[in-house]
């Protein structure tokens, strides 16, 4: 049983790996896109904010990441959460 729950964890981390989730601060002015896993992926950045404040600029970067890894987070527990409702003990970590 311990090998096959492991091959379920490498499939359920090679799964989110391929997700995409995506975080915005200042009403999509900034984007964040990152795996299933929060690792960063990309920022776009509307033009209009290049000739504005920077510190404006660096909350909103800083708020889009933040949420962009928040939501990946949840998305891994769910996942978590879906394995380990199929085994009779809880598995001792988490993503």
Do not use: Y
Not at 17 to 27: D, M, P
Not at 33 to 42: C, L, P
Not at 70 to 87: C, G, V
């Amino acid at each position: 049983m311990g090998q096959q729950m492991q091959g379920r964890l490498a499939a359920m981390q090679s799964e989110l790996a391929q997700r995409t989730v995506t975080g915005t601060a200042g009403g999509g002015m900034v984007t964040v896109t990152a795996d299933g896993r929060g690792q960063i992926r990309s920022i776009k950045i509307d033009p209009s904010l290049l000739g504005g404040d920077v510190e404006m600029l660096e909350d909103l970067v800083t708020a889009a990441v933040a949420e962009v890894q928040q939501r990946a987070a949840d998305i891994a527990q769910d996942e978590i959460k879906k394995l380990q409702s199929a085994l009779p003990f809880p598995l001792p970590f988490s993503l």
